[in-house]
């Protein structure tokens, strides 16, 4: 039986050929064999993280915000210079219970800067 | 000398048949005295030889006897005198003592009872402070949920407030100035 | 009754809301993958260290834990409390610092667990300094030898195997043969002799009722105000089972960095090995031999290495430590036990059958050794003690004869006689540990034959009654001896009121 490889070298090698252009579907289905194969079709969600830190690494970085009302294209831009990426995907969620501000989350990194976060962090505060 | 005795009392018997008249008169018998006198001597002389010695003997013993029968009564005499001497000392001795232990077990009990009031106002005072803290953590507690009821009171107006007024405009305000603080 | 300040509440408050002005930052964030026995096993964070602290938001609030496992995919984190509220999902953050914990003298009278928080009811402990768990040892250039007695009180182990004030000196045996009992009398000794040493219990895995029970003791003999107590109970886990000694450690290390001298006991390492051997087993680190993990030597050197006398540049502190190692059936070549062994400075063995045979404390003769010997013994115990330790093993040696009593010589008997004597001697009730003068005068009563038509059932009576006779008499001297610096007999008048107080006393005791 082969050694296990590790989540880290599918992700970099996915990450590689996506930087490269080659068809996404194309490595996801060599990636989806592998885990059907390995029987780690558990890992897939964590297997997707791992590409996006692997693709952050490269320079693309892949950014979910979440805000209460729809972001303007400066905002947009003010976000992509806060995270400093090269190159920004950014996945735009609406959400009204958040109630106002703004969430950004990449594989590594996050700033939750809503109201609804500082109304937790407030009830925190409850001894 | 049993001879000249005996030939003695031959002339005698011989003599007094010529003197037998005059005591004849008086009825004495110079042979039979003389005889009489002879076994008188001859039983003297075996009472002394044989009786006497051992009877004095007999006789000194016993008062040896009694003798020492009294010494000894005298000793024992002494010895309960100087018996009732140590025991009159003892007896000083032991009241000397029962004194002391009666003054010891007094001293005692004082004592004991000093520390049993002292034990008694211990607890009484730590009674008291247990007390003191029982209120202190009341009223500790009471803070702390009016405290917490306070702050979800707070959160809970916010979101309704906010989430009724917030308008897109005001949000892009609080969301540049989020991301200009945010390092 | 105090009325509860609006104004107080108000502030309270303010407070809570001054800090939700604080803006929030770009914060590095993994996530729990799988949770269970007490192991969170963590993806991303790919920049954390060895050992730094990692918070876990649940929604029961923050659990700490710490990451032991860097491997490619995901960390090893051991949680610091119940896993119970933590599940998969749940976000995790670097705090950006190692494990610390807080030391300094207002420790000293509490009880508290690994992570410095208080287990006696008593109020949070507020310190000014927080020293990390994992800390290096001194190196070479910063100690000096060990010269320094620490007193005991128990009369073997100062006349015979004595410890100094920066040994290691390990106490080993089977269970219920008076380790811990040794320990606590050396305790009760730094209190009774005011010494200044401060205490730091640390019981790993212990029974809460034992812990209870010692602590209640403690306080009983007023040596509580000098004692740190870090406990942990067997069902605590295993994360703080394995950071006990380690935080002890550290908060006695307080005092000896600032000129002071401590005293570590550590009870027992036995347990400790075995939690941190569950625990290795459980982040899938390979078992070798007892199933133990490569390091588990690693594990008490570490430890026992921080134990040091340090030079008089950096203060001339010192720490000692008396960790307490349990055999299974005396025996001490199993693998910890001469682990242990191999690292300290010394071991004090005990020994089932001497226990049974109600010779107790049950130290063995033959066994136990102090490595640091006669450089740690005040000059008064050194005098008397060389007769001590010659009479006993001349008493081994012929000890297999004791029972042909009428067929020896009288030189033998008389050798056989004194043994029985000098062990009578040592024998030597809980919780009375004894002084440098009362340990001198006794020894040197026996050993120097004034005792010699005391039967040896009677050595105890005689030997209270020579101390009670001498305190009440030459209380001055007895006093002057106690300092140690002088050799037994070098003062003539004081040897000979010794001599004269022990043939009286032994007059009354002739069998």
Redesign the interface.
């Known amino acids: 039986m082969a050694q296990k490889i590790s989540r880290r070298k599918i992700a970099n090698y996915i990450a590689d050929g996506i930087v490269r252009g080659d068809e996404i579907s194309t490595l996801l289905n060599q990636a989806a064999a592998y885990l059907i194969e390995s029987r780690r079709t558990r890992e897939a969600d964590l297997l997707v993280r791992t590409i996006e830190d692997a693709l952050e690494v490269r320079g693309t970085t892949i950014a979910t915000a979440v805000s209460a009302h729809a972001l303007s294209g400066d905002l947009k831009q003010a976000i992509a210079r806060l995270i400093g990426a090269k190159r920004l995907e950014l996945r735009e969620v609406v959400d009204p219970l958040v109630l106002g501000g703004v969430s950004v989350k990449t594989p590594s990194l996050q700033l939750d800067a809503t109201i609804k976060h500082k109304l937790t962090v407030l009830r925190e505060a409850k001894q | 000398m049993k001879d000249s005795a005996l030939l003695f009392f031959a002339n005698a018997s011989e003599a007094a048949t010529k003197d037998s008249d005059m005591f004849a008169s008086i009825g004495i018998d110079w042979k039979v005295l003389l005889l009489n006198i002879v076994a008188f001597l001859i039983l003297l002389w075996l009472l002394k030889r044989f009786v006497y010695p051992p009877l004095v003997k007999m006789l000194d013993a016993r008062e040896k006897d009694i003798e020492s029968a009294r010494q000894a009564a005298m000793e024992s005499e002494k010895h309960a005198e100087t018996a009732k001497a140590e025991i009159d000392k003892l007896l000083k001795e032991a009241r000397g003592e029962a004194a002391d232990i009666v003054a010891t077990a007094k001293a005692e009990a004082t004592d004991a009872l000093e520390k049993a009031t002292e034990k008694s106002k211990a607890q009484a005072d730590h009674m008291v402070a247990q007390a003191h803290d029982t209120i202190e953590k009341e009223v500790l507690a009471a803070r702390k949920t009016l405290h917490n009821e306070t702050i979800d009171l707070v959160a809970l107006a916010t979101e309704k407030v906010v989430g009724a007024s917030l308008t897109a405009k005001l949000d892009t305000a609080v969301v540049v100035e989020a991301l200009k603080e945010a390092k | 009754?105090?009325d509860?300040a609006v104004t107080?509440?108000s502030q309270?408050?303010r407070?809570?809301?001054a800090?939700?002005e604080t803006?929030?930052?770009?914060?590095?964030?993994g996530?729990v993958?799988r949770v269970g026995d007490g192991v969170a096993w963590v993806?991303?964070l790919?920049s954390a260290g060895y050992n730094e602290v990692l918070e876990i938001e649940t929604k029961n609030?923050i659990i700490e834990a710490f990451a032991l496992n860097l491997m490619?995919?995901e960390i090893g984190a051991v949680l610091l409390g119940s896993d119970q509220y933590v599940a998969a999902g749940d976000?995790v953050k670097l705090k950006g610092t190692v494990l610390t914990v807080p030391v300094g003298p207002e420790l000293l009278g509490r009880v508290v667990n690994p992570l410095g928080e208080p287990l006696d009811g008593g109020p949070a402990i507020a310190t000014k300094l927080y020293n990390p768990v994992e800390r290096d040892a001194i190196g070479v250039m910063g100690r000096k030898s060990v010269h320094e007695p620490l007193m005991t009180g128990i009369v073997a182990i100062d006349a015979m195997f004595p410890i100094g004030r920066g040994q290691r000196e390990l106490i080993i045996g089977d269970r219920q043969t008076g380790k811990t009992a040794i320990a606590v009398d050396t305790m009760i000794n730094q209190a009774r002799q005011k010494t200044g040493v401060v205490n730091v219990y640390v019981a790993i895995g212990q029974k809460l009722s034992k812990i209870a029970r010692l602590v209640e003791r403690l306080k009983q003999e007023g040596v509580m105000e000098q004692t740190i107590i870090v406990a942990t109970s067997p069902s605590d886990p295993a994360s703080l089972l394995y950071l006990a000694p380690y935080a002890g450690t550290a908060m006695g290390e307080y005092f000896r960095d600032n000129k002071g001298h401590a005293l570590m006991i550590y009870d027992d390492l036995s347990k400790h090995a075995v939690a941190y051997r569950q625990m290795s087993l459980l982040l899938r680190r390979p078992p070798g031999r007892e199933a133990f993990p490569g390091d588990v030597f690693y594990l008490h050197s570490r430890l026992l290495e921080r134990s040091a006398k340090l030079s008089d540049e950096l203060g001339g502190g010192s720490l000692t430590a008396l960790p307490i190692v349990e055999t299974q059936a005396g025996d001490i070549s199993a693998y910890i036990p001469t682990n242990v062994i191999s690292i300290t400075d010394g071991q004090i063995f005990m020994e089932t059958d001497l226990f049974y045979q109600g010779i107790r404390p049950a130290i063995s003769a033959g066994l136990s050794v102090s490595r640091v010997g006669g450089a740690a013994q005040t000059k008064m115990v050194k005098s008397v003690s060389g007769h001590l330790k010659l009479g006993l093993s001349q008493f081994r040696e012929l000890a297999s004869f004791a029972q042909f009593g009428s067929d020896l010589d009288e030189a033998t008997k008389g050798q056989i006689e004194r043994g029985q004597r000098l062990t009578e001697l040592l024998k030597q009730p809980q919780y009375q540990p004894m002084s440098v003068w009362e340990q001198a005068v006794s020894i040197s009563a026996v050993s120097d034959g004034l005792f010699d038509k005391v039967p040896a059932s009677k050595i105890k009576d005689a030997q209270a009654a020579l101390l009670t006779k001498l305190w009440a008499d030459r209380k001055e001297d007895m006093r002057t001896l106690n300092k140690g610096d002088q050799k037994m007999g070098q003062d003539e008048k004081v040897a000979s009121a010794i001599r004269k107080a022990a043939e009286s006393v032994a007059k009354g005791f002739e069998g």
Request: proline share 0%.
């Open positions: 009754m105090a509860i107080e509440l309270g408050l407070d809570a809301i800090k939700l803006s929030e930052s770009l914060e590095k964030v996530i993958t993806h991303g790919s609030g490619e995919d976000k």
